[in-house]
């Protein structure tokens, strides 16, 4: 049980770059979430998923889009990299049952660098 | 706006010490209330999760309590441990499905031997 897997590690890009960052979890979770974390900052919210085949935006989704053909997978995409976009991003899942105690379980992150 | 500020943002602790570490909020409607740890170069881990009617739970050495009517918790370190340093994220949920989360910005604590 591998929990929550996140490819890559690291990754840098120049600027205008695209790329896809993946999120793997194995829980049969229905809620997925995709987050930055910036210095001094706490996690943002950029996108969500509540279930195979549905989105929605969070707090800070410009500049992303994402994608939920299965349920164990929740893509970050970045059609045309920028340097505000360097951050460590991270995915989390959760149960989809109605509980106050349901946690999220987080990844290990992506270090993503623009230049 | 829902808000989660926590106090202070960083701190130095000998080992075997004890810390307390704080966190106020504003936001509504409240579901649930989060200590997460979160590791250099890791996710957060959750420690402990409170409801609007608990107002202290523990996990091993670490202790949270909570104050609905202050909007304010708090997270205690036991005896500390060299392996306690990382960052601790209070997480505020709001909503009746408790799927709203306003994460504060984290107390970096650092335990010296």
């Known amino acids: 049980n591998a929990g929550v897997t996140q490819t890559p590690k690291f990754r840098v890009l120049k600027t205008g770059q695209s790329m896809t960052l993946l999120c793997a979890q194995d829980m049969n979770h229905e809620y997925m979430y995709w987050y930055r974390q910036d210095p001094g900052m706490g996690l943002r919210l950029i996108h969500y998923?509540?279930?195979?085949?549905?989105?929605a935006k969070g707090e800070v989704p410009d500049g992303y889009n994402v994608s939920r053909l299965k349920k164990q997978n929740f893509l970050l995409g970045l059609e045309s990299a920028a340097p505000s976009q360097t951050s460590v991003y991270f995915c989390?899942?959760?149960?989809?049952?109605?509980?106050?105690?349901?946690?999220?379980?987080f990844g290990p992150g992506t270090r993503l660098t623009v230049l | 706006k829902n808000q989660v500020e926590q106090s202070p943002q960083s701190l130095i602790i000998l080992e075997g010490k004890n810390c307390t570490l704080q966190?106020?909020?504003?936001?509504?409607?409240?579901?649930?209330l989060r200590w997460y740890k979160q590791d250099t170069g890791r996710g957060p881990v959750s420690l402990t999760i409170?409801?609007?009617?608990?107002n202290t739970k523990s996990n091993g050495r670490y202790t949270a309590t909570l104050d609905a009517d202050t909007k304010q918790s708090s997270l205690h370190i036991t005896a500390s441990q060299l392996s306690d340093s990382a960052s601790y994220i209070c997480v505020v949920s709001a909503g009746a499905a408790g799927n709203k989360l306003t994460f504060g910005g984290g107390t970096r604590v650092l335990v010296k031997p």
């Open positions: 409170m409801t609007f009617s608990e």
């Open positions: 989390a899942s959760r149960s989809g049952t109605a509980s106050s105690y349901n946690e999220q379980f």
């Open positions: 966190c106020n909020y504003t936001v509504s409607p409240f579901s649930n």
């Open positions: 998923s509540v279930g195979e085949g549905t989105t």
